[in-house]
């Protein structure tokens, strides 16, 4: 089987850049609460790539992806890309949990919790 690079790959780069300095407010919010290992001492990453995919946040431990979505999802064309991207995902043996923005502000302390639940192993 051919190995074949998943992360951080070069081409996606200035993109992943991009993102992290225009963070939207909502990732902004949720990413003051997980940047520098608050959340149960795990690492989280913000905006990285996986194949051509670049996820909201990524923990490398626990494999585990964090995506925030907008309005921009909630049409049947988006819904079904994000349907897609989270199967591929999930085949590449990765758990992604998704939150609409607007929880993050409703309930800050319940999104935290619902990612921690999503935690495997002791850190």
Known sequence: MEN????????LKEKRTALRNNLTPAEAKLWASLKNA???????????????????FYCPAEK???ELDGQVHFNPGAAE?????????NELSFTVVRFENKLVFQDLPGVLKEIESNFKGEK
């Open 4 to 11: 074949k690079k998943l992360h951080s790959l070069t081409a």
């Open 38 to 56: 608050q959340l149960q001492n795990r690492k989280f990453i913000r905006q990285h790539s996986i194949e051509n995919y670049i996820v909201d």
């Open 64 to 66: 585990l992806i964090v």
């Open 81 to 89: 890309y994000d349907a897609a991207r989270t199967a591929r995902l």
